[in-house]
């Protein structure tokens, strides 16, 4: 009622600009209503044709790869009507052996990113993990960390276990480092620093892991790997909250600061976490006299 006087009004006195309005705002509007209306409400108004349809996908979906594009559009529409994500937790266990490690970590981790905390996907999918571990690459091992740290999802064993498959993958492919392609150097990197920073995020502090995640560290800067700030201060302040001095590292990034673009927010993170590894670089130093004083 509201938005209709709301539009009726705005077309009577901005004629010309009605239009341009309409058609800009209109994915907006809708949106927002797809996200915040639950499933009932939506049929009571006479606005579930969009929500009843995914709804109704969903229900109707018999293999893992059509569940995890369902679910993957319920993420880029941001829909957070539980009873749609309830639904997609239950064809999740019921497609379990359909899903590839790549499909069931990414609908995992979609929970995260829209955002449900009360989940039981997190607990239940332990033991559906592990059993298949060995087939998940390093993207995959670094998505489901991100996803279990996030709302401190913490099952110690479980860590441990994914801490062990990470340390197989690295030496099975420890002698191809080298032969990576830069892309694949930087894919790899971002994996790692991901998993870091989620092991860090817990106080979970394996020493093996971050031994590793070093090793691709410092080949992504060797490689010219363009790393922004935000990734640089992940890795500064994984490396501060476990309390590892690597210093070969710091003094990568140290350097880097003054070439790059970086807020002063940034800038007083870095220091913080340097100060809290005491740890000073001469260029750095200086570059913060010039910018924070």
């Known amino acids: 009622?509201?938005?209709?006087?709301?539009?009726?009004?705005?077309?009577?006195?901005?004629?010309k600009s009605f239009d341009t309005f309409l058609t800009y705002n209109h994915y907006f509007i809708i949106r927002k209503w797809i996200s915040y209306t639950s499933y009932n409400k939506i049929h009571e108004k006479g606005l579930s044709n969009y929500l009843s349809e995914l709804y109704k996908s969903i229900e109707n979906c018999?293999?893992?790869n059509s569940l995890f594009k369902l679910t993957n559009k319920t993420l880029t529409y941001q829909i957070h009507d539980i009873y749609i994500w309830r639904l997609i937790e239950k064809?999740?266990?019921d497609l379990q052996h359909e899903l590839t490690p790549k499909e069931l970590s990414c609908i995992i981790n979609y929970f995260k990113q829209i955002k449900?905390?009360?989940s039981?996907?997190?607990d239940n999918s332990i033991d559906i993990i592990l059993s298949t571990i060995d087939k998940y690459?390093?993207?995959?091992?670094?998505i489901i960390c991100l996803s279990y740290t996030y709302f401190n999802k913490v099952n110690t064993i479980f860590m441990n276990k994914i801490a062990e498959q990470i340390i197989k993958l690295y030496e099975q492919e420890k002698d191809n480092i080298h032969n990576l392609t830069k892309k694949e150097l930087k894919d790899t990197f971002i994996s790692y620093v991901h998993i870091i920073g989620s092991y860090a995020k817990i106080n979970h502090k394996n020493i093996e892991i971050f031994k590793i995640a070093s090793l691709y560290i410092i080949a992504a800067f060797n490689a010219d790997i363009k790393i922004s700030s935000k990734m640089l201060i992940k890795i500064v302040t994984s490396y501060s909250n476990v309390k590892i001095?690597?210093?070969?590292?710091?003094?990568l990034i140290a350097n880097q600061v003054p070439i790059m673009k970086i807020t002063d927010d940034e800038?007083?993170?870095?220091?913080?976490?340097?100060d809290q590894l005491k740890y000073s670089n001469e260029t750095f130093d200086k570059y913060i006299q010039y910018r924070l004083f």
Do not use: E, P, R
């Open 245 to 251: 001095k690597h210093t070969k590292i710091l003094d």
């Open 116 to 118: 449900i905390n009360d």
């Open 91 to 93: 064809k999740f266990y």
């Open 120 to 122: 039981k996907i997190y």
């Open 137 to 142: 690459s390093i993207h995959d091992l670094s």
């Open 62 to 64: 018999n293999s893992g």
């Open 267 to 274: 800038l007083k993170k870095m220091k913080n976490n340097f």
């Open 1 to 15: 009622m509201l938005f209709s006087l709301f539009m009726n009004s705005f077309k009577k006195h901005n004629c």
